[in-house]
């Protein structure tokens, strides 16, 4: 096999942050080394997904991992879709580790655990260390030997669930991600995280169980689990049989993406976890979710307007009560995760209408707000660290103290609320376009609520910004005395608002590519040609020779 | 297309009936070591559904060894990744109740804090957040979350005037052998 083609960019995403992290475990006392291979992983990572964004402008990239047969062997396809995920994901993961380090590197690495000598002075030395954190004032500590081997599987399992071209490989993809996301939300292990990170882990174990489930039932109904397969299998199997599979399976993501009656756990997880875990938390594990309900209900199922109507009911339902949570927040960090649930609604909007240019609109949407949430969540670590809070009645007056921050919060605030011309203007307009085209009563009710949810995030985030920037602020005394913010924080948070604000310049390719990856969802015909090339039962693989298919497998 | 006996076996369906409910009813106490053992159950219960999607049981799935039909072990693959999954997530979710237990004495799934401040100040009556001219000094989420670290420890009467106990020393110190938990909220208050 011919190792120097385009296919053998597929794996790397995945394959490579999974070497790595083993590699940085193994080098837990070696802090550069461990630096360097992340970078290094996630740089390759980086550079593969934009390969595979060019290569799969044409049509879906397959690999047959290992040289098996599609519908029994497991295979890994970046159509434009997953390729254009996969970018902008590997884009902000490495933006955030890179804040991350310099985040160690000043506080000088939090707790640097030795060489187990017995488990009593183990733990009387992370009492004194603790004790020495405490009287320092860090309260956001990463131990690195545990985070960046954690941070690379993390990345490994988004890389996996966005590229998986079976539904098990989806599964697996998300615990692997989710069981990463575990550790990092509960990293170091103190009250206050393990309270936040009971309820997540529970109700991401529930989830993982309905979906699991659901594979159980696909494979009972149509005995395949090949997304390629089910594409054609599933519009003939029985429609109440197919009712109950993609309400199962959009529960289980929905779970995931926090869409609103499933979006409880959200807001009270996410905020208590260091800044940069809560970054790629916000920007990353709901759009996977989100990802997999377009990847399944437009791709794999057919039309099913009722579905659809419920779909466009929810979607309304979690702009409007995420937005209304965001307005009475007194914390910034909470202000973002409730703007995070509502603006979920939006790319359930595109999905539910579930025409070409919804779609387009949608997964325009998830590439702006996977960078623009993101780099909010950043700017809000920074903040904290400059004013040694991040609730709106104690802040104050920092648009004197530190200017450069004002920028960097203000740019992907109003990019967030929609202000023409950057690029969250340009996805709701897309939205709105769709909406009003397809001009059923309740497409008009949610295009209202979509400029309703619009016009409150900008109050939202008005206030944050005048509370936090322009109020003077109420108690000088509480502001930590400290050193500037590092230039390696503020370096990639800037790089990330770039990106934000380059979606704006780039808007033109990007809707085009987006259009593209959209008309492919849709169609499905050139994903199943690509899997199963010219018609074929079995796909590229090399066990071809296996005499009757049908033999022993479920019919 | 060959049409295979694939009627699952009665028990085995009753028997993920049964495991599903019991799981479902653990799943919903607030003792972590009971949730886990409703995921576990619920694990299993998943695990042979899968199974099931199998079809019937038959021969060793080997091709060339036996002309009759053969089990399909591609169910049985996925099964086997399933398992390794669960098994991974009882550890965390073990070493999870043991540190909730070594901080807190319990291993009590605690109320979201946001939840219980607003239902305190719907019983008051109260705007839910403080408007900046206001002279008494908003009490933050970080502080209430330190107060509520520990509700189940906390007496009734303590849980009403919350702000209050913020500063007062936990209950339990001596079932806390790590005092690392102390250190996260009301730091701003030095």
Known sequence: ?555 | MIVLDNVPSGALLLAVGVLFAAGVYLLLERSLTRVLLGFVLLGNGANLALLLAGGRAGAPPITGVTDEPMSDPLAQAMILTSIVITLALVAFVLAMAYRSWQLHGHDEVQDDVEDTRIARLAVQDAPSYADSDAEEPAVTLDVEAEATRDEVALPDTAKATLPDTAKGTPPDTATRPAAAGERTGGGEDA
Not at chain 1, 420 to 432: A, D, I, N, T, Y
Not at chain 1, 433 to 451: F, K, N, P, R
């Open chain 1, 1 to 555: 096999m011919n190792l120097w083609t385009v296919q053998t960019l597929v794996p790397l995403p995945v394959l490579v942050p999974l070497f790595a992290a083993g590699l940085a475990l193994a080098l837990h006392r070696h802090e550069r080394a461990q630096r360097f291979i992340s970078v290094a992983a996630l740089s390759v990572a980086v550079a593969a997904a934009a390969g595979l964004v060019v290569a799969a402008h044409d049509g879906p990239v397959v690999n047959d991992l290992g040289g098996w047969a599609a519908p029994v062997g497991v295979n890994l396809v970046a159509d434009p879709l997953a390729a254009l995920m996969l970018l902008i994901s590997s884009i902000m993961l490495l933006c955030v580790l890179l804040y991350s380090m310099a985040q160690g590197i000043a506080d000088g690495d939090g707790r640097t655990v030795p060489a187990a000598r017995g488990a009593e002075e183990l733990r009387r030395t992370l009492q004194a260390q603790d004790a020495d954190a405490d009287e320092s004032g860090r309260r956001d500590v990463l131990p690195v030997a545990i985070f960046h081997p954690t941070f690379l599987i993390l990345a490994a399992g988004v890389a996996d669930a966005f590229l998986a071209g079976d539904l098990f490989n989806l599964y697996v993809g998300f615990e692997i991600l989710l069981a990463a996301s575990y550790v990092l939300l509960t990293l170091g292990g103190t009250s206050e995280r393990i309270r936040a990170g009971s309820v997540y882990v529970v109700v991401a174990l529930l989830s993982s169980i309905v979906f699991l489930l659901a594979v159980g039932l696909v494979y009972a109904a149509t005995g395949t689990v090949n997304m390629a397969q089910l594409a054609e299998r599933l519009p003939d199997i029985d429609p109440g049989v197919r009712l109950g599979i993609q309400t199962m399976l959009l529960l289980a993501f929905g779970i995931k993406a926090a869409i609103f009656p499933l979006s409880a756990w959200l807001p009270d997880s996410y905020p208590t976890a260091p800044a940069p875990v809560t970054a790629v938390f916000a920007g990353l594990l709901t759009k996977v979710g989100v990802y997999a309900i377009l990847r399944t209900q437009t791709m794999l199922f057919p039309h099913d307007e009722k579905l659809e109507a419920v779909l466009l009911v929810l979607a309304l339902a979690t702009m409007l009560v995420g937005i209304l949570g965001a307005v009475a927040q007194d914390d910034v960090k909470r202000l973002l995760s409730f703007t995070l649930v509502s603006h979920i609604g939006y790319m359930i909007f595109g999905v539910a209408l579930a025409t070409e240019a919804s779609t387009a609109a949608a997964i325009f949407y998830v590439v702006h707000h996977i960078t623009v949430q993101t780099a909010l969540f950043l700017v809000v670590g920074l903040i904290e660290r400059r004013a040694g809070t991040t609730s709106l009645e104690r802040l104050g007056g920092l648009a004197t103290m530190a200017p450069g921050l004002a920028v960097l919060f203000f740019v992907p605030a109003m990019n967030l609320a929609g202000i023409p011309p950057l690029s969250g203007f340009l996805g709701k307009v897309g939205l709105l376009e769709a909406g009003v085209v397809d001009g059923s009563v309740l497409a008009w009710i949610l295009v209202v609520g979509s400029v309703v949810t619009s016009l409150l995030t900008l109050y939202a985030v008005i206030r944050a910004w005048n509370k936090a920037f322009w109020q003077p602020c109420p108690d000088e005394r509480s502001l930590p005395a400290r050193a500037p913010i590092p230039l390696g924080m503020i370096g990639p948070t800037a790089a990330l608002v770039a990106v934000g604000v380059s979606l704006t310049v780039l808007a033109g390719p990007l809707w085009k590519y987006a259009e593209r990856a959209a008309v492919m969802v849709m169609d499905g015909s050139t994903y199943v040609e690509a899997v199963f090339p010219d018609g074929a039962p079995r796909g590229t693989g090399e066990s071809n020779e296996v005499q009757d298919e049908t033999e022993g497998s479920t019919p």
